[in-house]
């Protein structure tokens, strides 16, 4: 299989009701993108659609039996694709539709603690995904580490992180990603 790809996106993690249960995974489409692979840069089209959704909910629901069983770890989402302290654990991922800010693959979530002052704190600003695409850019699954809160973003057209908040537009782009819808 091969390696994964960490992408930063914007997404609406803090509203007037607080903290989300769910968050936009990927956002719906096809997209040109600029991520990391291995820590090197790397181009590449992703497509991303309902069948994406069932990609990766088939992965989590056999790594969530997998960890219930006591024969591999519980997947989660980090802070920064560290690989240390956990942000949150999706429970399940499912296709919200073609709307660029609320559709896409989504990921119903349980915050940790940490994750959760993290967000009501805005310590930290995106996500980013953690996916391996196949050669003609169709995710065919993701690691056990789903994924990361991270500050720089490359996905401008997505919904901003904090609902309530300005974004800086001058913000410089990420190293880790950048993304060109291709509509």
Known sequence: MPDSIKAALTTSLVSEEGLPSDLQYMPPGTHQINASRNGQPVSLDISVDASTSETLNKFLQGQLTKATEGNDDRTFFDFNHEDREEAAWPTEFYWAGDDPLTGGVRAKI??????????????????????????????????TNMGGLVNPAAFKTIQPLFAKSDTNPNMPKPIQAKLHSLK
């Not at 940790?112 to 009501?120: I, L, T």
């Not at 391996?132 to 699954?141: F, L, N, Q, S, T």
């Open 110 to 143: 349980e915050w940790s603690g940490a994750g959760e002052q993290a967000v009501k704190e805005k310590t930290f600003r995106r996500f980013s995904p953690t996916f391996v695409p196949d050669e003609a850019g169709h995710v065919i699954g993701p690691e």
